[in-house]
Nanobody, 121 residues
Framework: QVQLVESGGGLVQAGGSLILFCAAS????????MGWYRQGPGNQRELVAIMGRGSRTDLAESVKGRFTISRDNDKNTVNLYMTSLKPEDTAIYFC???????????????WGQGTQVTVSS
């Protein structure tokens, strides 16, 4: 019903920057929270950054001051701007969205397949 597609991952040296992009498509009526999680080697999936429709933002403490998130509600897209990257940022980054469908008051969770970010030392 709903697809989230990520792009922008890659290999970067420590101290470098990357931009991740995510676009939601399909049966969308209202996209509420939208943002990014990540899962590094041997780690559980963790929150990186999320933003609500009203620009409420939640960032992981480990990325504050280095990452920023932006969102376009009309286009159903979200970007993650990453600077001063560290090797510990290496992970698969997953786009996530909470969506309400037309005629349905329930909220559903959707995930992208992930994009790899590798930071070399």
């Amino acid at each position: 019903q709903v697809q989230l597609v990520e792009s922008g991952g890659g290999l970067v040296q420590a101290g470098g920057s990357l931009i991740l992009f995510c676009a939601a498509s399909g049966s969308l009526f209202r996209v509420n929270d939208m943002g990014w999680y990540r899962q590094g080697p041997g780690n559980q999936r963790e929150l990186v950054a999320i933003m609500g429709r009203g620009s409420r933002t939640d960032l992981a403490e480990s990325v504050k001051g280095r990452f920023t998130i932006s969102r376009d509600n009309d286009k159903n897209t979200v970007n993650l701007y990453m600077t001063s990257l560290k090797p510990e940022d290496t992970a698969i980054y997953f786009c996530h969205a909470k969506v309400r469908h037309s005629g349905d008051l329930s909220e559903y969770n959707y995930w992208g397949q992930g994009t790899q970010v590798t930071v070399s030392s």
